[in-house]
């Protein structure tokens, strides 16, 4: 037992290691209006913190992440973090009506989740209804503090997120199935009752 010593204490501090580097990365999505000029003609749109593509996130592997989703847009929202795979944080993967009750207006969530044994360029968007047209941003989790690349260091990092917009606007073409969703949303949620009541009330403070 006095041999194994040595080795446990090894074991326990690689394992805390990771925890005691993570550092915490909040953020604040305001999910809303605006109005935007594009193909020669202007309209409304639904965007995060008043800006298309949204605001980036930029974190480093192992940490924690916390984003307040603020909905004071007109229609339902959830946040899907595209790539990150949620290691013992299903509940945060954002496709609405899956993992979570949808965020409705008037409402705030604030998801939470970490990023170990990640690295590269991914992105998040919208999971509800066609809001993902418009509600975007890169999502960049870069090496740990100390760690080399896998490839020679870049001289600039340049994030490059590409959309497509239609003329018309598409979240109208989706009411009908928003209202489908708002008819079922209390039969869908009677197994998520703690987390319907949550969103309800305003979500998770931050």
Same mark, same amino acid.
């Given at each position: 037992?006095?041999? !194994?010593?040595? %080795?446990?204490? %090894?074991l326990? !501090?690689?394992l805390v290691?990771?925890v005691? =580097? ?7 999505f305001?999910? /809303?209006s605006?109005?935007i000029s594009?193909l ?10 008043g800006?298309?593509?949204g ?6 592997e192992? =940490?924690d ?13 959830t946040?899907?973090?595209? /790539?990150?795979l949620q290691?013992?944080?299903p ?5 609405s009506?899956?993992?979570q ?5 008037s409402s705030?969530?604030t998801y939470? *989740? ?5 690295? /590269? ?5 919208a999971?509800?209804? *066609?809001l993902?047209?418009?509600v975007?941003?890169a999502f ?7 760690n080399?690349?896998? *490839?020679?260091a870049? =001289? ?23 209202? =489908? ?6 039969f ?5 009752r !703690?987390?319907?009541h949550?969103?309800a009330s /305003?979500?998770?403070?931050?």
């Amino acid at each position: 037992m006095v041999q !194994l010593l040595p %080795a446990l204490v %090894a074991l326990a !501090l690689l394992l805390v290691r990771p925890v005691a =580097d993570a550092a915490m990365a909040k953020y604040t999505f305001t999910v /809303g209006s605006m109005q935007i000029s594009q193909l020669c003609s202007s309209t409304s749109i639904i965007a995060v913190n008043g800006q298309l593509p949204g605001p980036s996130i930029e974190v480093n592997e192992g =940490d924690d992440v916390a984003v307040k989703v603020v909905n004071n847009s007109p229609y339902n929202v959830t946040i899907h973090w595209h /790539g990150v795979l949620q290691l013992m944080t299903p509940w945060a993967d954002g496709p609405s009506m899956v993992t979570q009750c949808p965020i409705q207006p008037s409402s705030s969530y604030t998801y939470r *989740f970490s990023v170990p044994g990640q690295e /590269g360029t991914l992105w998040w968007h919208a999971h509800s209804s *066609f809001l993902r047209a418009t509600v975007y941003g890169a999502f960049i989790i870069r090496p740990r503090r100390g760690n080399a690349y896998p *490839f020679p260091a870049p =001289d600039k990092e340049v994030p490059i997120v590409l959309g497509n917009r239609c003329r018309s606007c598409i979240v109208s073409h989706s009411l009908l199935v928003i209202e =489908d969703t708002k008819k079922s949303l209390t039969f869908s949620c009677l197994w998520m009752r !703690l987390s319907c009541h949550e969103q309800a009330s /305003g979500g998770t403070a931050m």
